[in-house]
């Protein structure tokens, strides 16, 4: 079956995949979560953290991997930025991904985030970093998740370097069609309106885009949901 590699998004780490690594795992695939560097259990010093670290790290993923793996990237959308011979990934899925185009940054896109959530970010006095409040976690990443979940996460999320968000994105069309690449959208996500995930994905040559009825946290929300998805992916030919 399929291989596949979980990238978390911004203030997560390996952990937010541990309602999704074992649906994959009863589906008969092997699935792997890793942390970028000044997330989750790495302790990079996150002032020095550039967006080629984050891609550096995905590639030591990939080239560790038995077989071309399935990229998973959650939000930020970094795992366009990993420049491997097509036969070394075999697919790229996106799952609420920030979406910049070719040569603008994340950036350049927050502005269309909900007003609301932007006022949850907490930024160091040298706006290098920035934090999530803990309302900002329960009420707009996790707002359809179970209760409890987002108290209990809330103290393993990791402050976020900025200066990733600065770096302009390649997203030139026909080497992003290389390699099959999938966005799953989510309908009631209150960071990322609907019609902003649409019209970031509207330019590009999707293999396939698909939906889920949630969050922005869709691996706590619908992991079952979520796992069916990759699973129909990973089946595909």
Known sequence: MAEFI????????AWCWREVVPRLQARGHHAVAIDLPGHGADRSTLQT????????RIVEAVEASSRPPIL??????IISQVELPPAQIRARIYLSGLLPPNGASMMQLVGGFDPGYLEQLEWAPDRRTARLSATGLRDFFYSCCPAGVAEAA???LTPEPAAPYDTAFSMDS????RIPSYYIESLRDRIMPLSMQREMCAPLPWAGVYSLDTDHAAFFSVP???AAILDTIALRP
Do not use: K, N, Q, T
């Not at 979980?6 to 780490?13: E, M, S």
């Not at 953290?49 to 550096?56: Q, R």
């Open 49 to 56: 953290i550039a967006l080629s670290d984050y891609v550096a």
């Open 224 to 226: 079952d949901e979520l």
């Open 72 to 77: 998973v990237g959650h939000s930020m959308g």
């Open 174 to 177: 026909p080497s992003f069609a």
């Open 6 to 13: 979980l990238v978390h998004g911004a203030f997560h780490g």
């Open 154 to 156: 809330y103290p393993l």
